[in-house]
């Protein structure tokens, strides 16, 4: 390809992955979609596309398709291991975020329901609300009817629902993070109770990332009694980790977070859905796998100082 046949696709890059990173839920799966776009945008021929971010559009969300409709992919999300990879805020693979919806399409809670979606309701679900595309547009990109398109847009959202939330920008994130560790730290289970909803509830992948399921806390007083046990320093967690973690606030899918470094690696991310002024979710991840884009993102940039610099 010429130079300017590959600034073409380069161009659209982000935007590509932002559609991939919604669908499936996996930045790692999300790169190797746009990858496999690009090399079926190099075997094409161009004089007959007319409008290359359309049939890009088209590639990499029918590519994104096949992956949620192979075995490999319904046997992970089937055997209750399965959690959407985080992302650090700023990262462009978020993509648009100018709208209400744009911003909660791409938390972890609504990329976790949109597990309960069909493959062709979640393209329909992200190409509507993320990316504003019409329903005659979505119709050609998935080679369905526009009635149809407008079908599974109703169902969808009729699925995922979700309680509105606050934008959190930085500062706003450091404080909630701040009165977060405070708590964990305090050795009080009642004053971390204090910060959670009546109903609130947590996901944990495991310490190191290394559970077969995901470990699930119904309860504010689990939830609580779990959080306090894990954020208490011990010697054996410190070996575990390698050293002396540091902790920092950081936003994370649109949420505040608990980000757990040692030096320049991520340890793992705990990352805080809320309701209003209160905690309403928590999801702790620690998996390296699924922490490979955030750490990437994190050792490419400055940081504020930490909350706890040696715990």
Known sequence: MDTATVARFEASRNRLASIAYRLLGSA??????????????QAADRDYVEVPEAWLTKIVT????????????????????WMPEPLLDGDPMLGPADTVEQRESVTLAVLTLMERLSPTERAV?????????RHAE????????VAASQQHLHRARGRITVARTTDIDHGAAR??????????TSGRTDRLIALLTDDATGLSDGVGGLAAKLIRYATPQRLATAVRAGFTPSPAKRRLAGGSPSMYAVVVNGCPAVLVTLGDRVLGVAILEMRADKIAGLRSI???????RLTAEWQRRDHDAPLVRSW
């Open 62 to 81: 029918n590519l994104a398709l096949d992956r949620l409709r192979s075995a490999k992919a319904r046997h992970e999300r089937a055997v209750g291991a």
């Open 138 to 145: 979505i119709a050609a990109i998935l080679d369905i009817t």
């Open 28 to 41: 790692a799966d999300a790169e190797d979609t746009v990858q496999d776009a690009f090399l079926r945008w």
């Open 286 to 292: 620690a998996a390296p796998h699924r922490l490979g």
């Open 175 to 184: 404080r909630v993070v701040e009165a977060f560790i405070d708590a964990a």
């Open 125 to 133: 679900y992200v190409l509507h609300e993320a990316f504003a595309y």
